[in-house]
Structure formats: C-alpha cells, structure tokens
C-alpha cells in the first residue's frame, strides 16, 4: 500500500494479523526487504507493518510535490506517525536498525497513542555523531556505485558473510536511494542530538547490540545510549556485524518474539 506524507509517497509492506502490530524500520541504505528474513524467522504470530523510508525502496517524491523534500531525522518520525494512523494502530511496537533505530529513538520520546515498545537493533546513538569532514565525504560516496557498496559491505557493515543474494539485495538497495536520502545521514541525521528528547521514553524497550559491529558498537551504546534509556534490557549478538537483520535473523527475531510475548502477557495479566 502507499501512504501519502509530506511530499513523499510512503510505500509499506503491510501483512498478516495480531496484536501488537510489530513496525520495522530499515537501515541507511536499506528497504522494507532488509528484514524479510527476520520476519520469516519470528516465533510469533503479529502483524507486520514495514514501511520504505522516504527516498529508499519504493517510497518516492509525490508527482504533484513542487517544493524540496527534506530528509531530516524528524521528516522521517512524522511519516512513520503517519503510516501508524493511515493503518489506524493502536496497539504497536517499533523496531528500528541503525538510522531506523534513531528515527524510532525520536519518535518513541514523543509517547504517540498505542506504542506499546521499542526494539532497538545496532541503532545509531542519540547524540551527534563526532566525525571530520572528510569522513563524512566518504560515507556520502559510499553508495555511488556497485563497487563502493562492496567494500563497504566488506570492511565496515558486516562480520559474516553475507549469500550472494544477501550482497546483491543491499547493493540495489543501496543504489536505489535518491541523492538527498544518501546525503541525508552523513550530513544531516548523524548530526542531530536527540539525547534530550530520548530521556522522555517511558515504554518498555530492548536494545541489540551486535559484538563485532564496527558502526555502532556495544562499548558505544553502553557509553551513549543505555543511560538515556536505564529501563532498557540489552542483548548482544554474537560474532555479528552491524547488519544484524541479515547476519542473525533468527537470533534477532527469537529475542523479538520473546519480547513482544512479554508485552502480552503484561496486557492480559
């Protein structure tokens, strides 16, 4: 389905049934695909709502649009909120990876109607990131072409190898993304300090941190993050990379599935 917001058509992946509806937000460079294997892999039965982020997978500029379309952290929060209330959820919990992870950051410190949890997966830190400004021209052309999304695959996003399918999945969706969407985390959302805002999260949350993940790794979140979120549980994923949806689906989605199976049996307590 398509959900129209601000500009952009929000293309989303919407199936199945149960309560809470589990809502998946992929990665910088990534699409709703990212976590195909995850879901296939949940012990659970849920709803699964996944939606491509503005300027990724299929979620394009509308035809009518005539202004610019920004790209910013709380561009992204606003369509997920407007994806939640074009498929009227009351009952959800939210999954982010990476920039997902801190556009769920931002959107959860809002306490929006019906959040029910947060699952935060190798997500990027609250604060903004430290970095010189020849490292963030090299992350905007990390994904010009096929080439340079291998080696980043290769020397920064992963630490087991991903199938042939895998690799070729995340360098089309890499490739695809409009230039203001690949701009938009070296420049702008890597930037944002949220660290205020993320204090005022109140739902229960857990956070997956892979062991060797080279992007986000566990002594940063620990550093940065967990204060912010003292109530949060943490996981860690052994002998795995930052693209955790694709090396450990079925671990990731076992401590999903046990957290969501928690949250139920608090409602129905």
């Known amino acids: 389905m398509l959900v129209d917001s601000n500009g952009v058509r929000i ?12 809502v998946f937000l992929h990665y910088w460079g990534g699409s709703s695909r990212t976590w195909n294997a995850v ?32 790209c910013n952290l709380s561009d992204y929060a606003a369509d997920v909120a407007a994806v939640v209330s ?12 990476s920039m997902g992870g ?21 997500p990027a830190p609250p604060g903004a990131l430290q970095m ?12 010009v072409s096929e080439a340079s999304v291998g080696l980043a695959i290769e020397h920064m996003l992963t630490s087991r190898p991903l199938s042939p399918e895998q690799r070729r999945q995340v360098i089309e969706d890499s490739l695809r993304g409009t230039a203001e969407a690949k701009a938009a985390w070296p420049q702008s959302i890597s930037q944002e300090d949220i660290t205020h805002q993320v204090q005022a999260i109140n739902v229960p949350t857990v956070v997956i941190a892979g062991e060797r993940d080279q992007v986000d ?5 620990k550093a940065h993050l967990l204060p912010n979120i003292p109530h949060a549980d943490f996981h860690e994923l052994a002998g795995t990379g930052h ?14 599935g046990g ?3 928690t949250l139920r049996s608090k409602l129905s307590a």
């Open 217 to 221: 790794s566990v002594a940063t979140l």
């Open 132 to 143: 010189p400004e020849e490292a963030k021209a090299a992350m905007a052309s990390a994904y």
């Open 39 to 70: 879901v296939d892999a949940l012990p659970i039965t849920c709803r699964v709502v996944r939606p491509d982020l503005r300027g990724w997978g299929s979620s394009v500029t509308m035809p009518s649009w005539d202004r610019p379309v920004g």
């Open 243 to 256: 693209l955790s949806p694709l090396e450990s689906p079925v671990e990731l989605a076992a401590i999903i």
């Open 102 to 122: 801190k556009i769920a950051q931002l959107l959860a410190s809002q306490r929006p109607s019906g959040l029910a949890g947060l699952v935060l997966v190798a």
């Open 11 to 22: 293309h989303v992946e919407d199936q199945g049934t149960g309560a809470p509806a589990l």
């Open 259 to 261: 957290f969501v199976s």
């Open 86 to 97: 074009a498929l009227e959820l009351d009952n959800y919990v939210v999954i982010g990876h």
